[in-house]
């Protein structure tokens, strides 16, 4: 069975500075997306950014970017010029390109200080 | 373009209430849709999913039923609220490329 590991429960940061969560996961397949998802204080689920398995380039989105290890299975979130609008749970999610559901980790809360 | 709408956006129920919350989406035919629900402080957990009308897969056995009547309607039911039921609910539908989207959720607290 597929597995997301976030191992940071609670991370913080100076606004403007960088900062990276990590996520690993566990699966068997060769073919399966992953997701990085943002729930602010108003709990509304947002999609933050998604990278294909089969894309060996990372993806970005404006101040967003992962880096993408498919051989050690991991999946960290690098923001960038931290904002006080990123305070937030963040979430690693995957789900496998052949059948399944979208599975969740257990999220990292952070917290953005001016 | 495409929306999901859930309501009510908060429910105090007492214990033993029956339960009704409704998640609908407009702009897409045949979505996946998907119920989680959302511990305090905690992840998000899978109770549903429906690949269509009048399908539906449980995930976990609880007090909770859904109902796919319609082809952009999903509902979540109880006849009987337990303490154990207080949470987030959200509900979701599955876009391209497998991302899915959420509704703005319900917050049920069971009393």
């Known amino acids: 069975a597929q597995t997301v590991t976030q191992s940071q429960p609670e991370m913080s940061v100076q606004e403007a500075e960088t900062v990276t969560l990590s996520c690993t996961y566990d699966?068997?397949?060769?073919?399966?997306?992953l997701f990085w998802y943002k729930q602010p204080p108003s709990r509304q689920m947002i999609l933050v950014i998604r990278q294909e398995a089969y894309k060996q380039q990372n993806a970005t989105e404006n101040r967003f970017s992962v880096n993408f290890q498919k051989a050690a299975k991991s999946f960290s979130l690098k923001i960038s010029d931290s904002q006080l609008g990123d305070t937030a749970m963040y979430f690693c999610?995957?789900?496998?390109?052949?059948?399944?559901?979208?599975?969740f980790g257990k999220g990292t809360k952070l917290s953005v200080k001016p | 373009s495409q929306t999901i709408h859930q309501w009510p956006a908060t429910l105090v129920q007492p214990v033993g209430s029956p339960l009704s919350l409704e998640c609908t989406v407009e702009?897409?035919?045949?979505?996946?849709l998907y119920w989680y629900r959302q511990a305090a402080g905690r992840g998000l957990q899978l109770l549903f999913y429906s690949v269509g009308i009048g399908q539906i897969s449980s995930e976990v056995p609880q007090n909770l039923s859904a109902s796919r009547p319609q082809d952009r309607q999903f509902i979540l039911s109880s006849k009987k609220l337990l303490l154990s039921d207080s949470g987030f609910y959200l509900c979701a539908w599955e876009g391209p490329n497998y991302g899915y989207t959420f509704g703005s959720g319900t917050r049920l607290t069971v009393v």
């Open positions: 999610a995957f789900i496998s390109g052949s059948q399944g559901n979208l599975i």
């Open positions: 699966t068997s397949e060769n073919n399966y997306y």
């Open positions: 702009g897409t035919s045949n979505p996946n």
